[in-house]
T-cell receptor, first 116, second 109 residues
Framework: GAVVSQHPSRVICKSGTSVKIECRSL??????MFWYRQFPKQSLMLMAT?????????EQGVEKDKFLINHASLTLSTLTVTSAHPEDSSFYIC????????????FGPGTRLTVL | AQRVTQPEKLLSVFKGAPVELKCNYS??????LFWYVQYSRQRLQLLLR??SRESIKGFTADLNKGETSFHLKKPFAQEEDSAMYYC???????????FGQGTRLTINP
């Protein structure tokens, strides 16, 4: 159990366009999901915490108007990179917290975004 | 602020040798510590957590509050242990994880 999926697995877009990445919990309800960014050969950096039915909490330095997060249901959170630029190219990973296993997160496979 | 430090970016040992991946943290309260592993082309997955006090795949880790460390150990490394290992910390009442920089472990045959 506790499987998290992401879609798409990789996306290439032109500079200035917006890209939406979906994160789904397949076999459990996730009241809290997290979005991370990982640069090559670096660690995961938390971007924001997404709570179902409420506004996301962004980490310091993350532009909330650029990285729009929506958590409209207990199984789906989306990250939209608006007006993407080459510096937004990165690996984006989501995770979901299983309520009965406090503090344990299950991770999605990640989405590779390349902005040309 | 909370911080997790993994001093070794790369660690290479021979099969059958003991392995220790170091992790130090800074947090003034009572942390919850985790080790996550990422095998080649797979997603990040939980290896173990300090409150469970269990051994997973032969790995153990003990929380040493005096030294603020949570080193990961295995007495006899196996080739399938080659992976990226991340130490992570969660603070009291917080939901989020703070990750260390990761250590790439390579087990040589």
């Amino acid at each position: 159990g506790a499987v998290v999926s992401q879609h798409p697995s990789r996306v290439i877009c032109k500079s200035g366009t917006s890209v939406k990445i979906e994160c789904r919990s397949l076999d459990f309800q996730a009241t809290t999901m997290f979005w991370y960014r990982q640069f090559p050969k670096q660690s995961l950096m938390l971007m924001a915490t997404s709570n179902e039915g409420s506004k996301a909490t962004y980490e310091q330095g993350v532009e909330k108007d650029k990285f729009l997060i929506n958590h409209a249901s207990l199984t789906l959170s989306t990250l939209t990179v608006t007006s993407a630029h080459p510096e937004d190219s990165s690996f984006y990973i989501c995770s979901a917290r299983v309520p009965r296993w406090v503090n344990e997160q299950f991770f999605g496979p990640g989405t590779r975004l390349t902005v040309l | 602020a909370q911080r997790v430090t993994q001093p070794e970016k790369l660690l290479s040992v021979f099969k059958g040798a003991p392995v220790e991946l170091k992790c130090n943290y800074s947090y003034s309260g009572s942390p919850e510590l985790f080790w996550y592993v990422q095998y080649s082309r797979q997603r990040l997955q939980l290896l173990l957590r300090h409150i469970s006090r269990e051994s997973i795949k032969g790995f153990t880790a003990d929380l040493n509050k005096g030294e603020t460390s949570f080193h990961l150990k295995k007495p006899f490394a196996q080739e399938e242990d080659s992976a990226m290992y991340y130490c992570a910390l969660s603070t009291q009442g917080a939901q989020k994880l703070v990750f260390g920089q990761g250590t790439r472990l390579t087990i040589n045959p």
